[in-house]
Structure formats: C-alpha cells, structure tokens
C-alpha cells in the first residue's frame, strides 16, 4: 500500500493516461462565438451611455447567478496557485495545472463579453467586485494534494450544475448556449479529478477515504469568501438554481457511487471509521435537504395565493 506522501508519483501514470483522455475528447471552442456583438454600443467614455437598470434582460435571480459564477472563475489565478502547489508543475501533473487553466480561463472571458456586451449587468459594479475579490484571493487552507483533488472532484461537478441551471434561468437562448459549452468543460475537467480520486482509492483506500470524507463534510464553494455571497446564494437556492436538494443527489452523490464508496470491501479502521463518519453527514444533508425544498414550495405556494388574491389559509 503506497503511503499518502508518495501518491503523486503513484498517480503520474493515471494522470498521463488521464490527460490524453481529456484532449481526445475535448472539444475546441472559442468565447467570442457566443457573445451577441451586435448588442454592443460605447458607454460614455467613449461618447455613448453609461449603464441604467433598465437595460439588462436579466430577472433579478439570473443577474445574481451570473455576478456570482463569474466572480467565482475570476479568480483563478489564486486556484492555479493552489493547484500548481499541491500538483507540481513538472510531468503530467504540470501539463494537466496548464491545460485546467488554460480552459478555465475562457470561462470568465466568455461571461464577461457577454453580460458588458448586452448590459445585463452593472459593469461598474463588477469591476469593482472583481479588483475586490482578486484582491482578497483564494486560500484552500493546508489541505494535501488528495485532499484537494478529492474537493476538485465535487467543485467542478457543483459549478457544472450552477452553470447549466442558471443557463435554463436567463431567458436567453445565447446565454443558455454559453453557459452550457462551458458545463461541458467543467464537466470533462470534474471527470478527470474523479477518476485520479478512483485510482488514490485502489492504492490507499484508507488516506483516500478519510480525505474524500473530511472535503464532503467540510463543502463549500470557492466563491464562499466575496462579499454579499451569502445573500446571492440564498437568491440561487430559492430559484433552484443550486440548492442543498442538488448539492446532495446531483453532486455528491453521483460522484460517491462512482467510487464505489459505500460498498468497498478494502478498508481498514481508519477508512471505516471515515466511511461512518461521511455516512452520517450524508443522513443529515439528506434531511435537511428536504427540510429546505419544503419550506420552499410552502413559500412559493403562499406567495401564488398571494398574488392570486386568495387567503394563505384557505389555499392550503
């Protein structure tokens, strides 16, 4: 069994095998295709009109779902130091930290053309917020490089979700295209991160299982620390965009029974006893889960009968 220390080394051969996978099958795409350049006029800097409310399309729930994802990939300089740390920059793990980056990268610059170019949200605003965000950076702690690719493997399948479903929210079959070609990318890259996880698993089940458990457990999004994310993210929930519903049954579940987590048979103590610790949680994220599509739908169905004209009491 290959101690936790010398699992990099181990994993080359995978993450070589891993990385030709990816370029085969991803698919070059370019962000200035999905951007409606014609929608675009000068502000006044250069003669034109500032941007006013009123211009964007977006709901209140679609320009809040766009801020924050945008805002989220911005910052990857802070995330490819985070993984070049951990990773390397040498062999097939280095080449993955350039190509992850490079496909990241268009991500943000496809959002961004997009929300300047049809005004759907205040670019002042988002300016602002991005120097703000990229100020503070991103720090993933004192996590190992198991840990971190065990969390990568949940994040990049989380965004995916957030992209895809705020794509559906926009009301804009240009935005929903976009935001659907870069799920795909986020798709591909939680893919890679989850099959590495598959094979820490067969060398060390016991390290991998504690840290598949303690990244469940301790979740959160990377965009966690900017400001008013709290607030966006209750928006984001409330609209289904991404939820704690989601969290669980189309995010961390499909990526544990993709590892089998639940029925290896190669544990010892301290993988057992993660394994327990990691059902438990599960148990209640399922719970509360439900707890929280409830009280949705009675708040949704209270506000229908508001606007209906009918008695809360009555409609229920």
Do not use: C
């Not at 990773?87 to 930290?97: C, H, I, K, M």
């Not at 992850?100 to 170019?117: P, Q």
């Not at 299982?209 to 929930?237: D, H, L, N, Y």
């Amino acid at each position: 069994m290959t101690a936790p220390e010398h699992l990099l080394e181990a994993l080359e051969p995978v993450v070589a095998e891993n990385l030709d996978r990816h370029l085969g099958v991803a698919q070059e795409w370019h962000p200035h295709d999905y951007v409606p350049w014609s929608q675009g006029r000068d502000f006044a800097f250069l003669g034109g009109e500032d941007w006013a409310p009123e211009q964007s399309q977006l709901s209140e729930t679609a320009k809040a779902a766009m801020f924050t994802n945008l805002l989220t990939e911005d910052n990857l300089p802070s995330y490819h130091r985070e993984i070049a740390t951990r990773f390397g920059r040498d062999g097939a793990w280095g080449t993955w930290v350039g190509r992850w980056t490079a496909e990241e990268n268009r991500h943000g610059i496809a959002m961004r053309d997009y929300l300047v170019v049809t005004r759907g949200v205040d670019p002042v605003e988002l300016e602002r917020a991005r120097m703000d965000y990229m100020t503070s950076g991103y720090d993933s702690g004192d996590k190992t490089a198991l840990e971190a690719v065990a969390y990568v493997s949940f994040q990049e399948l989380a965004t995916r979700v957030s992209h895809r479903n705020t794509g559906k929210v926009t009301n804009d079959p240009i935005a929903d295209k976009m935001l659907a070609r870069i799920s795909k990318d986020e798709n591909l890259h939680m893919i890679f991160y989850r099959n590495i996880v598959a094979a820490a698993l067969e060398i060390a089940p016991d390290a991998t299982m504690q840290a598949i458990a303690k990244e469940v457990i301790g979740f959160e999004m990377p965009g966690a620390t900017m400001a008013g994310f709290r607030r966006s993210s209750m928006i984001i929930a409330k609209a289904g965009i991404y939820d704690l519903r989601l969290h669980h049954d189309e995010v961390i579940m499909p990526v544990l029974r993709a590892w089998n987590v639940f029925d290896r048979t190669d544990l010892g103590p301290e993988g057992e006893q993660a394994r327990e610790q990691l059902g438990a949680f599960l148990e209640a994220l399922d719970a509360q889960a439900t707890k929280f599509v409830d009280r949705r739908a009675e708040n949704r169905a209270r506000v229908a009968a508001r606007d209906d004209g009918v008695s809360p009491d009555i409609a229920s």
